[in-house]
């Protein structure tokens, strides 16, 4: 999570040939699963823990922001399918940018919103919400909005940045489309695979590839990991196959300089797992949305029991 602490500066904008009509074909050809179906997933723990990891960032996020203001404007970058638009209207939020390369996945955006919206009792808080179809690796976001003088209070990139560390003019462009509208004390938060776990998983397995029976992760060597386009195929159950790259953090962080954007934390899932726990609500919330399951077995090792459980535990975290 950044926060932006000045006025922001240009960077430059080039346009090259990527991996970008890959991952938005991959995406389009998505299809919308069924409650059921999703039920019946193997990663169903997964994905709700995923869910649940972001409610609780947003939750914070927008407690701090409307300490200062209630007019709340949110850019949600790489929205998908707009999985996170209940949050921000639990969060009472005014308006919302939602951009994404995949069309379809836009659309769906769309239809989630307007669903939601005739849902809605009279009372209910609706927000107002723009839809923008966009390579943001490549493309200026700015150049499209409704009201070219839209600024935002919060930035939320949530599995996104490393599709753009191809290339340092695509990553910048991300993140120029991510800090450069950002008012002065507004925030950015996201989530992104953890590099080093992903080199350490790499380095300690026996070919150019690691994983389990859900997931696997193929990197076209070892030893050699450039700061841009350093890809490695990710597989998750046949719903994600596309090329990634990986986002080494104290350069992301580096680059966010140039935005004035200061970090004020990064943390490893479990770490945020393990501090956001103590807190009854976030408990509650974790166990209404079914993401227990994995981490019940890891906090009850944790709680007494035998190393062999223990670790067998800490394995699947
Ligand atoms: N943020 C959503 C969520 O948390 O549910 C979706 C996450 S999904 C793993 C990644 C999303 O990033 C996809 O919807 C994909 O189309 C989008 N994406 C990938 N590359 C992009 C790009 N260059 N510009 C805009 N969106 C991109």
Known sequence: KFDSED?????????????????????NALKECGLEERNQSRILYLRNFNNWLKSV???????????????????DLGCGKGGDLLKWRKGR????????????????CKQRYSDMKNRGRGNDHIFEAEFISADCTKELLADKFKD???????????????????????????LRNACERLRPGGYFIGTTPNA???????????????????????FQKKGDFPLFGCQYDFNLEGVVNVPEFLVYFPL?????KKYKMKLLFKKTFREFFEEKIK????????????????YSSYQKAKLGANAEEYQHAEKHL
């Not at 904008?13 to 991959?26: F, I, M, S, Y």
């Not at 960032?57 to 850019?75: A, F, P």
């Not at 003088?149 to 462009?173: G, K, P, R, W």
Request: with cysteine.
């Open 196 to 218: 080093f776990e992903l080199v350490k998983r790499l380095e300690n397995s026996d070919g150019n590839s690691f994983g389990n029976k859900v997931y696997s992760v193929t």
């Open 148 to 174: 070219p003088e839209t600024y935002f209070d919060i930035c939320s990139c949530q599995f996104v940045l490393h599709y753009s560390f191809e290339t340092q003019e695509q990553a910048e462009q991300m």
């Open 93 to 108: 939020i005014s308006k919302i940018v939602c951009a994404d390369i995949a069309e379809v996945s836009i659309e769906q």
């Open 252 to 256: 992301l962080e580096m680059m966010a």
């Open 279 to 294: 807190n009854e609500e976030h408990k509650m919330l974790l166990k209404r949305m079914q993401a227990l399951e994995p």
């Open 7 to 27: 006025e922001h500066t240009d960077s430059k904008v080039c346009l090259l040939e990527n991996h970008g009509e890959k991952v938005a074909t991959h995406y």
């Open 57 to 75: 960032i947003i939750g914070e996020i927008l407690e701090k922001v409307k300490q200062k203001k209630n007019n709340i404007c949110v850019l």
